[in-house]
Protein backbone atom coordinates (compact mmCIF):
# COMPACT_ATOMS: atom_id res chain seq x y z
CA UNK A 1 0.00 0.00 0.00
CA UNK A 2 1.34 3.34 -0.71
CA UNK A 3 2.00 5.53 1.94
CA UNK A 4 1.18 2.98 4.45
CA UNK A 5 1.92 3.79 8.58
CA UNK A 6 1.53 -0.15 9.65
CA UNK A 7 3.09 -2.86 7.62
CA UNK A 8 3.02 -6.60 8.84
CA UNK A 9 4.66 -9.52 7.14
CA UNK A 10 4.45 -13.09 8.08
CA UNK A 11 3.62 -12.45 11.29
CA UNK A 12 3.45 -15.38 13.81
CA UNK A 13 2.62 -15.78 17.30
CA UNK A 14 2.05 -19.36 19.13
CA UNK A 15 1.70 -20.29 23.04
CA UNK A 16 3.01 -23.58 24.87
CA UNK A 17 5.29 -25.80 24.71
CA UNK A 18 5.67 -29.75 22.49
CA UNK A 19 2.02 -30.88 22.51
CA UNK A 20 0.76 -27.97 24.26
CA UNK A 21 2.13 -25.75 21.98
CA UNK A 22 -1.01 -23.57 19.86
CA UNK A 23 -0.47 -21.02 16.97
CA UNK A 24 -2.69 -18.60 17.76
CA UNK A 25 -1.24 -16.14 14.94
CA UNK A 26 -0.33 -18.35 11.75
CA UNK A 27 1.73 -15.54 9.41
CA UNK A 28 -0.40 -12.11 8.86
CA UNK A 29 0.41 -10.54 5.93
CA UNK A 30 -1.35 -6.39 6.05
CA UNK A 31 -0.65 -2.83 5.32
CA UNK A 32 -2.93 0.09 6.69
CA UNK A 33 -2.21 3.43 4.92
CA UNK A 34 -1.66 6.65 7.15
CA UNK A 35 -4.79 7.79 8.31
CA UNK A 36 -7.13 5.03 7.96
CA UNK A 37 -9.72 3.67 9.88
CA UNK A 38 -9.72 0.33 10.16
CA UNK A 39 -11.58 -2.71 12.15
CA UNK A 40 -10.37 -6.13 13.15
CA UNK A 41 -13.10 -8.56 13.29
CA UNK A 42 -13.40 -12.27 13.86
CA UNK A 43 -14.79 -14.99 16.64
CA UNK A 44 -13.44 -15.06 20.08
CA UNK A 45 -9.86 -17.05 19.96
CA UNK A 46 -9.63 -15.74 16.48
CA UNK A 47 -6.29 -14.01 17.45
CA UNK A 48 -7.59 -10.27 17.64
CA UNK A 49 -6.28 -9.15 20.88
CA UNK A 50 -2.88 -11.46 20.08
CA UNK A 51 -2.56 -9.11 16.96
CA UNK A 52 -3.36 -6.03 18.51
CA UNK A 53 -1.01 -6.35 21.31
CA UNK A 54 1.85 -7.18 18.67
CA UNK A 55 1.73 -4.46 17.00
CA UNK A 56 1.53 -2.02 19.64
CA UNK A 57 4.24 -3.59 21.25
CA UNK A 58 3.12 -5.18 24.23
CA UNK A 59 4.27 -8.82 23.05
CA UNK A 60 6.72 -10.33 21.18
CA UNK A 61 6.47 -12.11 17.65
CA UNK A 62 7.35 -15.44 16.90
CA UNK A 63 8.22 -14.68 13.70
CA UNK A 64 7.59 -11.76 10.86
CA UNK A 65 7.79 -8.16 10.99
CA UNK A 66 6.06 -5.46 12.02
CA UNK A 67 6.81 -1.87 10.80
CA UNK A 68 5.22 1.51 11.94
CA UNK A 69 6.58 4.29 9.37
CA UNK A 70 10.24 3.42 9.19
CA UNK A 71 10.69 1.70 12.83
CA UNK A 72 10.78 -1.81 12.45
CA UNK A 73 9.46 -2.98 16.08
CA UNK A 74 10.35 -6.47 15.94
CA UNK A 75 14.18 -4.97 16.22
CA UNK A 76 13.99 -3.19 19.10
CA UNK A 77 14.80 -3.90 22.34
CA UNK A 78 12.82 -3.65 25.19
CA UNK A 79 13.76 -0.13 26.08
CA UNK A 80 12.79 0.81 22.24
CA UNK A 81 9.45 -1.05 22.67
CA UNK A 82 8.96 1.26 25.48
CA UNK A 83 9.81 4.43 23.95
CA UNK A 84 8.10 3.31 20.33
CA UNK A 85 4.77 2.67 22.66
CA UNK A 86 5.30 6.42 24.98
CA UNK A 87 5.64 8.10 21.09
CA UNK A 88 3.81 6.42 19.02
CA UNK A 89 0.93 4.14 19.89
CA UNK A 90 -2.04 4.98 21.83
CA UNK A 91 -4.43 2.35 23.46
CA UNK A 92 -7.93 2.37 24.18
CA UNK A 93 -8.93 -0.66 26.06
CA UNK A 94 -12.20 -1.97 26.81
CA UNK A 95 -12.53 -1.68 30.93
CA UNK A 96 -11.16 1.68 30.52
CA UNK A 97 -7.49 0.84 32.45
CA UNK A 98 -7.78 4.22 34.28
CA UNK A 99 -6.28 4.72 37.98
CA UNK A 100 -9.25 5.63 40.57
CA UNK A 101 -7.57 7.53 42.78
CA UNK A 102 -6.43 10.18 40.01
CA UNK A 103 -9.46 12.22 38.49
CA UNK A 104 -10.38 12.26 34.86
CA UNK A 105 -7.96 15.39 34.49
CA UNK A 106 -4.90 13.89 36.28
CA UNK A 107 -5.47 10.84 34.21
CA UNK A 108 -5.13 12.64 31.10
CA UNK A 109 -2.33 14.24 32.50
CA UNK A 110 0.04 11.28 33.11
CA UNK A 111 0.31 10.59 29.54
CA UNK A 112 0.42 13.89 28.80
CA UNK A 113 3.75 14.24 30.31
CA UNK A 114 5.13 11.59 28.12
CA UNK A 115 5.16 13.29 25.20
CA UNK A 116 7.16 15.77 23.64
CA UNK A 117 4.65 18.00 21.64
CA UNK A 118 1.41 17.18 23.78
CA UNK A 119 -2.44 18.09 22.75
CA UNK A 120 -3.76 21.37 25.07
CA UNK A 121 -5.69 19.37 28.26
CA UNK A 122 -8.23 21.98 28.37
CA UNK A 123 -8.77 22.07 24.89
CA UNK A 124 -9.09 18.08 24.68
CA UNK A 125 -11.66 17.95 28.33
CA UNK A 126 -13.73 19.95 25.99
CA UNK A 127 -13.51 18.35 23.06
CA UNK A 128 -13.96 15.19 24.77
CA UNK A 129 -17.35 16.45 26.55
CA UNK A 130 -15.77 16.06 30.03
CA UNK A 131 -15.15 19.37 31.14
CA UNK A 132 -17.72 19.34 33.67
CA UNK A 133 -16.14 15.69 34.65
CA UNK A 134 -12.75 17.10 34.73
CA UNK A 135 -12.29 17.14 39.06
CA UNK A 136 -14.58 14.06 39.16
CA UNK A 137 -12.68 10.63 39.87
CA UNK A 138 -13.62 7.45 37.39
CA UNK A 139 -15.93 5.47 39.98
CA UNK A 140 -18.00 9.03 40.16
CA UNK A 141 -19.13 9.30 36.00
CA UNK A 142 -20.98 6.90 33.70
CA UNK A 143 -19.02 4.29 31.59
CA UNK A 144 -19.21 6.44 28.57
CA UNK A 145 -17.45 9.16 30.08
CA UNK A 146 -14.61 6.85 31.73
CA UNK A 147 -14.31 5.71 27.68
CA UNK A 148 -14.08 9.49 26.57
CA UNK A 149 -11.01 9.42 29.11
CA UNK A 150 -9.07 6.76 28.02
CA UNK A 151 -9.80 7.94 24.86
CA UNK A 152 -8.47 11.51 25.78
CA UNK A 153 -5.44 9.87 27.65
CA UNK A 154 -4.36 7.77 24.33
CA UNK A 155 -5.13 10.95 22.29
CA UNK A 156 -3.12 13.57 24.42
CA UNK A 157 0.47 12.22 22.76
CA UNK A 158 -0.74 12.72 19.38
CA UNK A 159 0.12 8.86 18.29
CA UNK A 160 0.25 8.25 15.19
CA UNK A 161 -1.61 4.61 15.69
CA UNK A 162 -4.32 4.44 17.42
CA UNK A 163 -5.55 0.83 19.25
CA UNK A 164 -8.80 0.38 20.49
CA UNK A 165 -9.19 -3.20 21.85
CA UNK A 166 -13.17 -3.96 21.94
CA UNK A 167 -13.60 -0.15 22.97
CA UNK A 168 -17.74 -0.91 23.60
CA UNK A 169 -17.40 -4.06 24.42
CA UNK A 170 -18.43 -2.97 28.12
CA UNK A 171 -21.07 -0.16 27.22
CA UNK A 172 -24.97 0.08 26.61
CA UNK A 173 -26.39 0.75 22.49
CA UNK A 174 -26.24 4.39 22.64
CA UNK A 175 -23.49 4.77 24.89
CA UNK A 176 -21.74 2.35 22.17
CA UNK A 177 -22.34 4.69 19.18
CA UNK A 178 -21.28 7.65 20.86
CA UNK A 179 -17.89 6.24 21.49
CA UNK A 180 -17.48 4.99 17.80
CA UNK A 181 -18.69 8.13 16.59
CA UNK A 182 -15.85 9.82 18.93
CA UNK A 183 -13.31 7.77 17.77
CA UNK A 184 -14.20 8.36 14.25
CA UNK A 185 -14.17 12.30 14.68
CA UNK A 186 -10.67 11.85 16.43
CA UNK A 187 -9.52 9.39 13.06
CA UNK A 188 -10.88 12.30 10.81
CA UNK A 189 -10.05 15.83 12.77
CA UNK A 190 -6.56 14.22 14.08
CA UNK A 191 -5.54 11.75 11.50
CA UNK A 192 -4.27 9.05 13.63
CA UNK A 193 -4.48 5.51 11.87
CA UNK A 194 -6.71 3.93 14.07
CA UNK A 195 -7.36 0.26 14.46
CA UNK A 196 -10.49 -1.15 16.31
CA UNK A 197 -10.60 -4.60 17.41
CA UNK A 198 -14.30 -6.30 17.76
CA UNK A 199 -16.49 -9.05 17.33
CA UNK A 200 -19.62 -6.47 16.33
CA UNK A 201 -19.27 -7.21 12.34
CA UNK A 202 -22.04 -3.94 12.53
CA UNK A 203 -18.91 -1.86 13.38
CA UNK A 204 -17.43 -2.46 9.48
CA UNK A 205 -19.68 -0.49 8.04
CA UNK A 206 -18.30 2.92 9.42
CA UNK A 207 -14.84 2.06 8.70
CA UNK A 208 -12.69 2.73 5.01
CA UNK A 209 -10.96 -1.36 6.01
CA UNK A 210 -12.48 -4.14 6.94
CA UNK A 211 -10.03 -7.01 8.22
CA UNK A 212 -11.31 -10.69 9.56
CA UNK A 213 -9.65 -13.29 11.21
CA UNK A 214 -10.40 -16.57 11.54
CA UNK A 215 -8.52 -19.61 13.43
CA UNK A 216 -5.24 -17.05 13.29
CA UNK A 217 -5.45 -16.85 9.39
CA UNK A 218 -6.36 -13.44 7.67
CA UNK A 219 -9.14 -14.57 5.64
CA UNK A 220 -10.71 -11.10 4.46
CA UNK A 221 -9.24 -7.88 3.71
CA UNK A 222 -11.61 -5.09 1.87
CA UNK A 223 -11.75 -1.71 1.49
CA UNK A 224 -14.85 -0.04 2.35
CA UNK A 225 -16.04 2.84 -0.36
CA UNK A 226 -19.15 4.20 1.50
CA UNK A 227 -18.51 3.98 5.17
CA UNK A 228 -21.34 4.78 6.94
CA UNK A 229 -21.53 7.99 9.99
CA UNK A 230 -21.22 5.91 12.91
CA UNK A 231 -24.74 7.51 14.18
CA UNK A 232 -26.14 5.50 11.60
CA UNK A 233 -25.22 2.27 12.89
CA UNK A 234 -27.44 -0.73 14.42
CA UNK A 235 -27.33 -3.96 15.15
Known sequence: MVDALLEVTGLKKGYGEGGAHVDVLRGIDVSIGR???CVLLGPSGSGKSTFLKLIGGLKRADAGSIRVGD???TS??????????RTTLGFVFQFYNLVEDLTIRENIEVCQCL???????????????LWDQRDKFPPQ???GQQQRCSIGRALVKKPRLLLCDEPT???DYETSKEILALIERVCREHGCTTVVVTHNA????MTTRRLHLREGTLVEDVTNPSPVSARDLAW
Open 141 to 143: VSG
Open 76 to 85: LSDRGLGECR
Open 115 to 129: ADDPLDVDGLLRSLG
Open 169 to 171: GAL
Open 202 to 205: AIGR
Open 35 to 37: GEL
Open 71 to 73: VDL
